[in-house]
T-cell receptor
Framework: GENVEQHPSTLSVQEGDSAVIKCTYS??????FPWYKQELGKGPQLIID?????GEKKDQRIAVTLNKTAKHFSLHITETQPEDSAVYFC????????????FGGGTRLMVKP | ETGVTQSPTHLIKTRGQQVTLRCSSQ?????VSWYQQALGQGPQFIFQ???????GRGNFPPRFSGLQFPNYSSELNVNALELDDSALYLC???????????FGPGTRLLVL
């Protein structure tokens, strides 16, 4: 089955700096890659997702890039703010699995004011 | 439009007991997926229900079972609870089996 590795496990940045989180996946058939943000005591909240027919997607300060050849995808957050502090999860699923997701282990992002 | 809701929010059980967790899907969503999230880890897929039928299952034993009702709400049942079942149980709904999922706040289960 699919296996998703996520790095780093913790990331500390200064407010206003950029943050990058990287994920690799094992199943070359994977074609759906969402990113979720989870705040303490809450369920994961979708922040952006990408499908394999595009290489990059952007939504304001957040962007995701996908390299299908290398089987990795990344989340980029620019101009970080203290409210961006949370745990971020990447996930992947192959076409045959629809939206039954395999998640990475998570990255705890801390934005220092 | 209401989001995904789950009940109860917290639950304490003892080893060997049985538990039922409930999920109400977002309006218009016919697909519900359940995930187990151990402390400090990413969610792990348990199973998915689509229009009242199990559509897929992760690597969980048969003592984890589920149900989806005609209104698309869902239940997760766990029999013979073990200490390792202590986790946050997340429900996610979507308007189909390939569309974006939206998660509820979860039920935190503690098995003593």
């Amino acid at each position: 089955g699919e296996n998703v590795e996520q790095h780093p496990s913790t990331l500390s940045v200064q407010e206003g700096d950029s943050a990058v989180i990287k994920c690799t996946y094992s199943d070359s058939a994977s074609n759906y890659f969402p990113w979720y943000k989870q705040e303490l005591g809450k369920g994961p909240q979708l922040i952006i997702d990408i499908r394999s027919n595009v290489g990059e997607k952007k939504d304001q300060r957040i962007a995701v890039t996908l390299n299908k050849t290398a089987k990795h995808f990344s989340l980029h957050i620019t101009e970080t703010q203290p409210e961006d502090s949370a745990v971020y999860f990447c996930a992947a699923s192959p076409l045959r699995a629809g939206n039954m997701l395999t998640f990475g282990g998570g990255t705890r992002l801390m934005v220092k004011p | 439009e209401t989001g995904v809701t789950q009940s109860p929010t917290h639950l304490i059980k003892t080893r060997g007991q049985q538990v039922t967790l409930r999920c109400s899907s977002q309006s218009g969503h016919n697909t519900v997926s359940w995930y187990q999230q151990a402390l400090g880890q990413g969610p792990q897929f348990i199973f998915q229900y689509y229009r009242e039928e199990e559509n897929g299952r992760g690597n969980f034993p048969p003592r984890f079972s589920g149900l989806q009702f005609p209104n698309y709400s869902s239940e997760l049942n766990v029999n013979a609870l073990e200490l390792d079942d202590s986790a946050l149980y997340l429900c996610a709904s979507s308007p189909g089996t390939k569309e974006t999922q939206y998660f509820g706040p979860g039920t935190r289960l503690l098995v003593l």
